[in-house]
């Protein structure tokens, strides 16, 4: 059974970097064909997808994105993890690390998920 | 504003049905995506309640059903219980984004 945990500050000031960390068990990140991504849910309830890695370190982010945030592996530490600069507050968001099959597939995997506050 | 459109809430009485919608476009359900369903209690991550369209993964009641039909989709449950109470979400693959995109979620309140 696969499963996943962030962990990351809970409180970011504006204009500085968000980082956190997602921890895989039950399953390897070098073993391939999977796809691990970050989602995030807003206050309001809407999810958005940011972006994921695959095939040890390949990269693919949300175009409105793109040009701040980056994912990155860890396979020593079975971990993979999220970087989000310049933020605001409208990136106040609870983050969810998640994993699928594939991307036209179901997201089987969820970690529980970390509120990301960001203020001064 | 979420790329699948999905009514903010729904209801019904215990033991009746609702049907919750989920529209999209030619870039994801009419592309022939297909569409998966999420049900997110109150301080819980999402879970998979019907996945590729019709499909219950083991552990969910055989109340929930999904269709899929053109660039919309639905999720039916029917016998409602005050348990089903949760926020629900309708999720695709986009070939504009190569990734996925899900409804605003729609509140089924269970009178």
């Known amino acids: 059974q696969v499963q996943l945990q962030e962990s990351g500050p809970g409180l970011v000031k504006p204009s500085q970097t968000l980082s956190l960390t997602c921890t895989i068990s039950g399953a390897s990140i070098n073993s391939g064909g999977y796809y691990w991504s970050w989602i995030r849910q807003f206050p309001g309830k809407g999810l958005e997808w940011m972006g994921y890695t695959y095939y040890s370190g390949t990269t693919h982010y949300h175009p409105a994105l793109k040009s701040r945030m980056s994912i990155s592996e860890d396979a020593s530490k079975n971990q993979f993890s999220l970087k989000l600069h310049s933020v605001t507050a409208a990136d106040t968001a609870v983050y969810y690390c998640?994993?699928?099959?594939?991307?036209?597939?179901?997201?089987?995997?969820w970690g529980q998920g970390t509120l990301v506050t960001v203020s001064s | 504003q979420s790329v699948l459109t999905q009514p903010p809430s729904v209801s019904g009485a215990p033991g009746q049905s609702v049907t919750i919608s989920c529209t999209g476009s030619?870039?994801?359900?009419?592309?022939?995506?297909?569409v998966h369903w999420y049900q997110q209690l109150p301080g819980t991550a999402p879970r998979v309640v019907i996945s590729r369209n019709n499909n219950r993964p083991s552990g969910v009641p055989d109340r929930f059903s999904g269709s899929k039909a053109g660039t919309s989709a639905s999720l039916v449950i029917t016998g409602l219980q005050a348990e089903d109470e949760a926020d629900y979400y309708c999720q695709s693959h986009d070939s504009s984004l190569y990734g996925a995109v899900f409804g605003g979620g729609t509140k089924l309140t269970v009178l």
């Open positions: 998640a994993m699928q099959m594939d991307t036209s597939l179901a997201i089987d995997y």
């Open positions: 030619s870039s994801n359900i009419g592309a022939g995506y297909d």
